[in-house]
């Protein structure tokens, strides 16, 4: 009997708790594969975050990154090389027959492999990766480095929106590729609390709030939005930051601070829909601090979108794109003057509420997505 074809993917992250991942691994289960995940060791419970999916997962530690007493330019050579020795023994041992890598920190491991073995490569590109936030130069170098050393090898690549596309198709190289939105799965007929964070926060029925989700980092305005509700001049406003990162602290310390903000733990990835729903809008006001941002779709626009939320975002290209498509919200100059101002709408009611159109918002939904990936698998499995 002929043994299935067996899928790995490959990611830095924890997958229990990168949605992304976890939505394309669930759209593969629906067909007869095998397939398996390399990661992070998992922060969250393993069999809540990975309920009803049918794969291995194989979380991998790098213990020499704990090695502290090591001077930090030899603990990073140590740990780089930890971490690439076991990934690439990860893929000798399950000897997969296509490879998803999931962003380019793992597609030295996929591209190495390849060179070994008869294998389909598909690049997961999360992001574009050599324009990203939080990176230095040379780290932005490296990635563009690496992405076109390995670029002959990748078969298919996938990302995350029609510039980030061309982007890549003009600057690197012709691939075949798909766009995929990272749009929320939708439970029907899950429990919901309308009221959830109002009664959390003893938030009165007759305030409007306001929810960021994502990681708090810089680039990402929350100084800005704290900065704005620091004035005391919008008591009718709420803002609830869900996450963690970086500036964990800044928004706790102002959660403590201002009556009108709060912090909300992360919850998992399927938990976040329903959380929105307990809100009146959504923030989505990007920084212009990398190529990256500035061309992305932040997965927080769908989130935000498909619980019906009206969304204060970016003026951004794609970011506009969507908000005109979907009619689902406001795009807006993210400058701390027209911040503040378009807050002082919202404060005095001087705004008018936009109808989102549910069947154009249709075509951003998981399910479409997944069909796009399905159809990539399929093409690639008629080579086996």
């Not at 213990?63 to 502290?68: D, G, L, N, T, V």
């Not at 007493?69 to 990860?90: A, D, G, H």
Request: charged fraction near 20%.
């Amino acid at each position: 009997m002929k043994r299935k074809i067996r899928v790995l993917h490959l990611t830095h992250t924890d997958i229990t708790v990168d949605s992304r991942i976890l939505k394309t691994i669930g759209a593969l289960s629906e067909m007869d594969l095998d397939i398996f995940g390399v990661g992070r060791i998992s922060r969250f419970d393993k069999n809540d975050c990975l309920r009803d999916l049918d794969f291995s997962y194989h979380p991998i530690g790098v213990r020499s990154s704990a090695y502290k007493f090591i001077p930090k330019v030899i603990l990073k050579s140590v740990t780089f090389f930890e971490f690439y020795f076991k990934y690439i023994s990860m893929c000798f041992r399950l000897k997969p027959d296509i490879i998803h890598a999931h962003d380019v920190i793992v597609l030295p491991v996929a591209t190495f492999y390849k060179c070994f073995a008869n294998v389909k490569l598909i690049y997961d590109s999360h992001e574009l990766s050599s324009n990203k936030n939080g990176n230095s130069k040379l780290h932005n170098r490296i990635s563009f480095f690496v992405e076109k050393l390995c670029w002959s090898r990748i078969n298919n690549l996938i990302v995350v929106s029609h510039s980030i596309n061309q982007w890549y198709q003009k600057n690197i190289g012709n691939r075949d590729s798909i766009v995929t939105f990272n749009s929320p799965m939708i439970e029907m007929g899950q429990p919901e609390n309308k009221k959830y964070l109002r009664q959390k926060f003893l938030i009165p029925e007759e305030k409007k709030i306001l929810i960021y989700v994502g990681k708090f980092i810089k680039g990402r305005g929350i100084e800005q939005l704290i900065n704005a509700f620091s004035k005391n001049e919008l008591s009718n406003l709420h803002v609830v930051f869900l996450g963690d990162g970086h500036l964990q602290k800044f928004v706790v310390d102002a959660s403590v601070e201002l009556k009108n903000v709060h912090h909300h733990a992360p919850v998992p990835h399927y938990e976040v829909v329903k959380m929105c729903r307990s809100a009146d809008f959504g923030l989505c006001l990007l920084e212009n601090v990398s190529l990256s941002d500035y061309l992305s779709l932040p997965n927080k626009l769908f989130e935000y979108a498909f619980s019906g939320l009206p969304i204060i975002a970016s003026n951004f290209p794609e970011i506009t794109l969507f908000l005109k498509d979907t009619n689902s919200g406001f795009a807006i100059s993210n400058d701390f003057n027209s911040v503040q101002e378009f807050l002082q709408n919202l404060e005095s009611n001087n705004y008018q509420l936009p109808m989102i159109s549910v069947n154009r918002l249709q075509h951003y939904s998981w399910n479409q997505q997944a069909h796009k990936i399905k159809r990539l698998y399929y093409k690639l499995l008629e080579a086996f």
